[in-house]
């Protein structure tokens, strides 16, 4: 079964830069696409952007356009989440899933497959 495993997380100051990244451990992750969500503390799990498979079709949540950016390297298995000009609002861990499309409204119920998060901390 596809494992997926995030990475890059860490604290910033606001903002600052990161880039997360999405592997699959196991399996390939080219023939699907991919999210990326973020939980707050105290707070739902929240969709933060998408890719298609081909990386032609991405979606983002309005709160991070123009600040992030999603992409993908099928030859390394890997989807990446360039996050830009991080805000303390943007503080969370931040999870990879798989689904089948990449829709404009990005919902949990259509991902499946959750990796283990990575931690993102934005403060002064």
């Known amino acids: 079964q596809l494992q997926l495993v995030e990475s890059g997380g860490g604290l910033v100051q606001p903002g600052g830069s990161l880039r997360l990244s999405c592997v699959a451990s196991e399996g390939t992750l080219g023939n699907l696409a991919i999210g990326w969500f973020r939980q707050a503390p105290g707070e739902e799990r929240e969709g933060v952007s998408c890719i298609s498979v081909s990386g032609i079709r991405t979606s983002y949540v309005n709160s991070v356009k123009g600040r992030f950016t999603i992409s993908r390297d099928n030859a390394k298995n890997t989807v990446y989440l360039q996050m830009n000009d991080l805000q303390p609002e943007d503080t969370g861990v931040y999870y990879c899933?798989?689904?089948?499309?990449?829709?404009?409204?990005?919902?949990?119920?259509?991902?499946?497959?959750w990796g283990q998060g990575t931690r993102v901390t934005v403060s002064s």
């Open positions: 899933a798989q689904s089948t499309w990449c829709l404009s409204s990005i919902s949990m119920a259509d991902y499946k497959n």
